[in-house]
């Protein structure tokens, strides 16, 4: 049976059609996964993007409570993240 298989001539359109609908699945599937991920770290995204803002002020320095503030907050974010991205794949 395998001999068979390996025997046969390989049809170059039907690999170029099965290649082009493995590549737009592939689009489909990183456009979906990015949505969702958007989706659920948003809040994380934007708070990375203020601490990002404020740590670049150099006329403004942040505060010592600032940054314990920072040191606290990003690893909630991050579990809710975490958590929200497991029951997606549930």
Not at 20 to 36: F, P, W
Not at 63 to 73: G, H, K, M, R, Y
Request: with cysteine.
């Amino acid at each position: 049976m395998k001999s068979e298989l390996l025997s046969k001539p390989i049809n170059q359109e039907e690999i170029k059609d099965i290649q082009e609908r493995v590549n737009e699945n592939s689009k489909l599937i990183n456009e979906m996964s990015n949505k969702l991920v958007n989706e659920y770290c948003k809040n994380l995204n934007e708070y990375v993007s203020f601490i990002k803002s404020i740590l670049e002020d150099k006329d403004h320095p942040p505060t010592s409570q600032e940054l314990d503030d920072f040191a606290l907050n990003i690893p909630v974010l991050l579990f809710f993240c975490r958590r929200s991205t497991r029951e997606f794949r549930n």
